[in-house]
């Protein structure tokens, strides 16, 4: 229990579902052919990490940031401007790294103690403010960021497809530079996650939630509000770059689509929603079933807009295209917030108890 | 004599908090009842709980024999309640003239009814035209007081009226409460200065913790200095 | 009787005219900055125009906002809707559109724009009684949820219309420029700020001198008092927010004749700008909301001429400033 710093999942089926998707996702490069399922679990991996440092501030400090996806972008971009910059060399990575987690903490701080000094109900607005700022800025410096095109770039050596670690003729797999890049995304991405568990459990993490259910009470008591809910938002952004990192080193590209733009943001309500709010296990399982979708449910509107459209049917083929996946997780999120504001963790742990409850009587 | 308002068996829950734990009262057409207690024994709870500004998660309210207790605020203040919060609560964007437009929802003011309220406040008529927010704290309070009484009420709730005025004040306020008695009314009224209770009470109620823990008449209690002691930890002369 | 503390001095109200000199001064302050004259009044004139219909546009949001304490982040919606809606109406009557009489131009434009705050406004009551009323009092929900409504507005309105940009032409007499000496104010400018002082105007004269506006305000203030004094605060609250909604449809409708085009995606802009305006202003607040929409479009427009590097990012280093100065924004309404 010391790696989940005492916080278990608390639930038998919770803990069932989490471990398939561990192992699922620890052994898709060899269950799962093809390089779409090794891209859907490499993207699992990167939005379990982003996903659980938002359930940092939206779960646990209960604010609304819309900033979130800057500073995956800042961490996205650094590692691809430096690799863009610099080669496809270790040092670059480096430099990325250096350059990108320290800006995203910084810009953190910068508008944690600037929207916490003026009227907390301004959070929201004002990340979301600052965000879209910060996406025309990097639309518009495109002599750094490649404005709309992005920025596409090689891995060293090391993590290239072409790199063959373990031949095919020794165990009947290949090990190849692009499985050791994914399980690169795949332990980073892990350790985040557990890092942040270890942060919630934390005597801090503590206070972030007295803090969540009532600021007064928990100023009253003599905690620094301010400090602990900037320093929330920096280690929400730190892990936030790092997935924007991965993500960057995993597609080989940053881009404003890929990185920066608001439906990922989006995107991240909706998983942390889905998997449950305050729980750090939503994160896992709300980009499970989210990224899956995406990938497998989107063709089918597809198949099924094109059905409609046959049939003859008004208005179901263009509510039903493949571009208007947004409509529908809009719906979702919606029905998610309203019908099932504890998520699918928080359904599961009650049914738990309940259980539970129901045996000792 | 008939109660005009009953309470009986009342709880009220704020968030996870129990505040109110079963109250039984009741309020006598025509008196004043006082309602004391200690700091946070629950007598704002209950005014707001009879005006539904919180939910009582169980029990029976009646005012005149009408249940309102599952009733909207709106609903009750139209069944005739006047309500003076704790806070005072006057609209101090708008002017003292504009306070009392509102507080009287069923039509235009009525002259001879500001004229008798002008009587005993007269700082209303001089800062008729001034913003609320400027006045002094005991013209608000006087405001306050003002707007429940500026059409007639069955009921008037009154909480800690006298709080944080200065002792003059305090003695005029006293005077004029008096004369809104003599016109027959019904009141409610929270007060921790012991003084004022003892000259405006009819009949005495205190509270602590949640429940009333004594009920009786306010001149027997105010000459009772070793009950006094027992219910509220003070005594007359001390604290006169 | 005793003379009741009749004899205290009676603080004289402040007024707080701090704020309404800043744009001002800030006009003031550019003239030399800019050079031309004639330069800065064409700015100037563009700066209200533009402020008025943002002012339009984010009215309904701080006065919701002050009420109810409800934070609708969908309320950019509004305005995508009514923009859209008007296009129903001006493009079968794009003869009438490019006529050039100002009488048969107007005959479109009114109906169209009374159209679009009418569907808007109906929006605004679906919008509260589905995503706002069942979260009622609960910030991070209402948050969720009206950001929900938001992106299915919006792609909705992508479903039914298509992904690609409609056309608004502006009619034709009110194309073309007032020139007076070498200066020359576009004429939909002058129509916009004489609209939207015309918004403020009602506003005002509706928050100050009827019994409804004398309501809202002490609602803004406080919302239980109101409803002990036996007012029913909820019903007065969907009536605010339906007339918000329909405000932010006519600001739409205003701004896609101003931009001469329509896109579900300027809500998305424009949302962010309505948000600096209403924090600038202060939440809760019309006078700072049109002092604050006055403010960042004069910075839109003199920051543009004059460092168009700056533009991007000047909304948010108005904002800052502002805050920095006053941390509830210019007027601070209520106390949350
Ligand atoms: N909004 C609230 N949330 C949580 N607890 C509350 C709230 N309002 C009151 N309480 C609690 O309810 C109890 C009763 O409070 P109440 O205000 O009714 O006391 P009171 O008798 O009016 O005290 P006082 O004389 O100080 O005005 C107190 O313990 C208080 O802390
Ligand atoms: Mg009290």
Partial sequence: MMILSGDPPKSRVLTLVLIVII????????LFPGAKALNVAAKICVFAALVASYDLLLGYTGSVSFAHTMFYGIGSYAIAIALYGMGPNWAAIATGIVAGLPLAALLALAIGLFSLRVAAIFFAMITLAVASAFQVLASQLSWLTGGEDGRSFQLPELLRPGTILISKSLFGFEVNGRILTYYLVFATSAVMILALLRVVNSPFGRVLQAIRENRFRAEALGFRTVFHLTYANCLAALVAAGAGILNALWLRYAGPDTSLSFSIMLDILLMVVIGGMGTIYGAIIGAAIFILAQNYLQSLMGVASKAASEAGLPLLPGLLHPDRWLLWLGLLFIASVYFFPTGVVGRLRNAGAKKAGGVSH | MTDLLKLSGVHTHIGRYHILQGIDLSVAQGQTTMLLGRNGAGKTTTLRTIM?????????????GERIESRTTPDIARLGVGYVPESMAVFSDLTVKENLVLAARDGPLDDSQLEWIFGFFPALRRFWLSRAGSLSGGQKQMLSIARAIIEPRKLLLIDEPTKGLAPAIV??????????????????????????ARELGDNVLVMDNGTIVHRGDMAALASDVPLQERLLGLSLETHQ | MTELAATDPLPKPKRDIAPILLPVALAVVTIPLIGSPSTWLTLTAASLAMGMMIFIMA?????????MDVLNFGHGAFIAVGAYVATLVLAPFAASVQADSLWVNLAVLAPAALLSMAVSGALGLIVERVLILPVYGQHLKQILMTTGGLIVAEQTLYALWGPQIIPTPLPTSLRGSFIIGDVAIAKYRVLATLIGLAVFIAIQLVLNRTKLGLLIRAGVENREMVEALGYRIRRLFLGVFMTGSALAGLGGVMWALYREQVHASMSDDLTVLIFIVVIIGGLGSIGGCFIGAILVAMVANYGGFLVPKLALVSNILLMVAILMWRPRGLYAVTSR
């Fill in chain 2, 52 to 64: 539904g500004l919180w939910q009582a998660s169980r029990g029976e309210i009646s005012l005149a």
């Fill in chain 3, 59 to 67: 009215s309904g949001l701080t006065l919701v906002f002050g009420l």
């Fill in chain 1, 23 to 30: 192992l699922a996702l620890a052994a898709t490069p060899f």
């Fill in chain 2, 171 to 196: 003695v005029a306020l006293i005077e004029c409460l008096k004369e809104i008695k003599r016109k027959g009314a019904t009141i409610l009224l929270v007060e921790q200065n012991f003084f004022a």
